[in-house]
């Protein structure tokens, strides 16, 4: 296995397909040393997408039973959550009280237009009307807003992982929102992670847009993998798994690209108290 874990996992408590034991007994069998849950947390505007407050308590005591009494040759588990940039403060400052590590990530546009929310990642229907009628069709002025939502939550809650950097990519070009080879956007994705470096969070390359058929490389590109090693940051690789399946997708693809950009190490999930470890990639 190229790299035996993966802090970026959906099970059926939130939007995945599998219950956590199925997604257990998957990470064993691909010779994991750790696995770490990363449901989507309440945000308190977009219900059918996250836990509700129950499923959540539900998904933590399985999870805590589960850590209480490991079992020889299982992965190591850690109990996360996937915590969007725009959730309700009372609800976000509780969730990471509570969870084990945060991938912090930025799926929201606004928590409600027309009475929906609009996310990159969501309705593509409602994305492209949300382009035409809010930004008269400019995507680049979406996309310096999405950056910014994404930039001022990651330096204002510090999370140990920045969940997919990029993910406005997901419909760019199906929709023609906007080329990401265009300078003009390079530039502003660039000019976000910089702005985002200081949040202290471990960048992960994350496949999930390649196990889901929507994108051929994993976010971020290559070239702001570039950048994040120039500025000194780690990273990890991550599925944002929804099926166990692909638990390890395209892991060895992603390591590839971490070397191309430079890369030596990896941060995987711990074995033991301490959340990471540094391995060679
Ligand atoms: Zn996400
Ligand atoms: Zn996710």
């Given at each position: 296995m190229t790299f035996p874990s993966?802090?970026?996992?959906?099970?059926?408590?939130?939007?995945?397909?599998?219950?956590?034991?199925?997604?257990?007994?998957?990470?064993?069998?691909?010779?994991?040393v750790s696995l770490g849950f990363s449901g989507h947390a309440r945000q308190g505007f977009d219900p059918d997408y996250s836990m509700s407050a129950d499923?959540?308590?539900?998904?933590?005591?399985?999870?805590?039973?589960?850590?209480?009494?490991?079992?020889?040759?299982?992965?190591?588990?850690?109990?996360?959550?996937?915590?969007?940039?725009?959730?309700?403060?009372?609800?976000?400052?509780?969730?990471?009280?509570?969870?084990?590590?945060?991938?912090?990530?930025?799926?929201?546009?606004?928590?409600?237009?027309?009475?929906?929310?609009?996310?990159?990642?969501?309705?593509?229907?409602?994305?492209?009307?949300?382009?035409?009628?809010?930004?008269?069709?400019?995507?680049?002025a979406m996309a310096s807003d999405y950056f910014d939502i994404e930039v001022q939550a990651l330096l204002r809650d510090r999370p140990p992982i920045i969940?997919?950097?990029?993910?406005?990519?997901?419909?760019?070009?199906?929709?023609?929102?906007?080329?990401?080879?265009?300078?003009?956007?390079?530039?502003?994705?660039?000019?976000?992670?910089?702005?985002?470096?200081?949040?202290?969070?471990?960048?992960?390359?994350?496949t999930g847009g390649m196990a889901r058929g929507y994108l051929p490389t994993p976010y971020p590109t290559p070239e702001l993998l570039c950048a994040w090693r120039e500025l000194g940051g780690q990273i990890t690789l991550t599925s944002d798994c929804h099926d166990r399946r692909y638990l390890a997708?395209?892991?060895?693809?992603?390591?590839a690209l971490a070397r191309q950009a430079g890369f030596r190490t990896v941060l995987r999930l711990g074995t033991g108290e301490a959340l990471w470890e540094e391995t060679a990639l």
């Open positions: 993966n802090a970026h996992t959906h099970s059926r408590w939130c939007d995945g397909a599998d219950a956590i034991p199925a997604m257990v007994e998957a990470a064993r069998t691909f010779g994991f499923a959540q308590a539900g998904y933590f005591a399985e999870l805590r039973t589960l850590q209480g009494a490991p079992e020889p040759g299982f992965p190591r588990l850690w109990a996360g959550l996937e915590v969007d940039a725009l959730a309700h403060e009372d609800l976000r400052r509780a969730d990471y009280a509570e969870a084990d590590y945060v991938v912090g990530s930025a799926h929201y546009l606004c928590e409600s237009w027309e009475g929906m929310p609009v996310a990159v990642d969501g309705d593509p229907a409602l994305l492209r009307r949300y382009v035409d009628e809010v930004y008269h069709g400019d995507g680049l969940g997919h950097f990029d993910l406005l990519r997901k419909y760019a070009a199906p929709l023609s929102l906007f080329d990401e080879a265009d300078p003009a956007y390079r530039r502003l994705a660039l000019c976000a992670l910089e702005r985002a470096f200081p949040c202290g969070g471990v960048l992960e390359i994350n997708h395209a892991f060895p693809e992603a390591a």
